[in-house]
């Protein structure tokens, strides 16, 4: 089992920047892929950025467009989103997720461990 916990996030005016981060516990494997998604209301949960956690290749939606930065620190446990000039359609909760191999990384529905979200509001 992965436990992943996330933290950050908040309210900010649109140009801004937040960043969220995720803190993984329980099992670690060699192959492990960390992912954020994010969900907005009424709309079904997105793909934002990826990074595989041991050779820290990264992968990002297009709407992200160099705008977020995914990361991880030296201990391979914590990833990174850092959000700058955020827009208003950025408003949603953004969940960490994890799975154990370097497949499919953009689907949300192959990922098998998740955080509990959280929020992120950007006003206009």
């Known amino acids: 089992q992965v436990q992943l916990v996330e933290s950050g996030g908040g309210l900010v005016q649109a140009g801004g920047s937040l960043s969220v981060s995720c803190a993984a516990s329980?099992?670690?494997?060699?192959?492990?892929?960390m992912g954020w998604f994010r969900q907005a209301p009424g709309k079904e949960r997105e793909f934002v950025a990826a990074?595989?956690?041991?050779?820290?290749?990264?992968y990002y939606a297009d709407f992200v467009n160099g705008r977020f930065t995914i990361s991880r620190d030296n201990t391979k446990t914590t990833v990174y989103l850092q959000m700058n000039s955020l827009k208003p359609e950025d408003t949603g909760v953004y969940y960490c997720?994890?799975?154990?191999?370097?497949?499919?990384?953009?689907?949300?529905?192959?990922?098998?461990?998740w955080g509990q979200g959280t929020q992120v509001t950007v006003s206009a």
């Open positions: 990074i595989t956690v041991s050779f820290a290749r990264t």
């Open positions: 329980g099992r670690t494997f060699s192959n492990v892929a």
């Open positions: 997720a994890a799975k154990l191999d370097y497949n499919n990384l953009r689907v949300a529905d192959e990922y098998p461990y």
